[in-house]
């Protein structure tokens, strides 16, 4: 089974409105933290925001803000007032464990394209 | 913030030769790091996570004597690719965790692999 499931392949978004990409998990483990990366046509990965499984209030880093549903395992990164400067990949990934030194798996990755 | 450099950020060579690729903490000392291979707009597979002074743990699929990676230091990782063959073309990129801030992991820039 895909531990980390990102369903849209592609997104469009109006430059200014806010967007939604939604990424789901499946872990047994209770204690696990959410990523969100970007990556531009560059290939660089750039970390937007996280969130831990025992975070009691949902995480906001800027224009981004995780929507955590646990009990749904889901982990949907909200970008609010997008700009041309998001059109990108995103993923979603997950650690799972306490040691902050476990791998990350990835989702499919979502590309969005912002309009002008 | 953290910075990770990984050098080359692009390199094409000839079938049947070695590339290395380093990866490097610039300001932290990572007693892990991780390298993925991404194909053309697919997600990060994780090969392998190196640890500083032991040996590489590779992934399920990943050819250990095809991959060569080595962490002698606290700051340097190395992937070497042996005998490429044009199947190896791909991105490849590293990254690090910085144990004082240790929920992020901050990635190198990527190197784009061309074997011809």
């Known amino acids: 089974a895909q531990k980390i499931t990102q369903t849209q392949p592609g997104m469009f978004v109006q430059e200014k409105e806010a967007v939604t990409l939604d990424c789901t998990y499946d872990?047994?483990?209770?204690?696990?933290?959410l990523f969100w990366y970007k990556q531009p046509s560059s290939g660089e990965m750039i970390f937007l925001i996280y969130?831990?499984?025992?975070?009691?209030q949902n995480a906001t880093e800027g224009r981004y803000s995780l929507n955590f549903q646990k009990a749904r395992k889901s982990a949907n990164l909200v970008i609010s007032a997008s700009q041309l400067g998001d059109s990108a990949m995103y993923f979603c990934a997950m650690r799972e464990g306490s040691n902050a030194g476990n791998m990350l798996t990835f989702g499919g990755g979502t590309r969005l394209m912002v309009k002008p | 913030g953290a910075v990770v450099s990984q050098h080359p950020s692009r390199v094409i060579c000839k079938s049947g030769t070695s590339v290395k690729i380093e990866c490097r903490s610039l300001?932290?000392?990572?007693?892990?790091m991780f390298w993925y291979r991404q194909f053309p707009k697919k997600s990060l597979m994780l090969m392998a996570t190196s640890n500083e002074g032991s040996k590489a743990t590779y992934e399920q699929g990943v050819e250990k004597d095809k991959f060569l990676i080595n962490h002698a230091s606290l700051t340097l990782s190395t992937l070497t690719v042996t005998s490429a063959h044009p199947e190896d073309s791909s991105f490849y990129i590293c990254?690090?965790?910085?144990?004082?801030?240790?929920?992020?992991?901050?990635f190198g820039s990527g190197t784009q692999l061309s074997v011809l």
């Open positions: 300001d932290f000392q990572a007693t892990t």
């Open positions: 969130q831990g499984s025992y975070d009691q």
């Open positions: 990254s690090a965790r910085d144990g004082i801030t240790n929920e992020k992991l901050f």
């Open positions: 872990t047994s483990d209770p204690s696990y933290g």
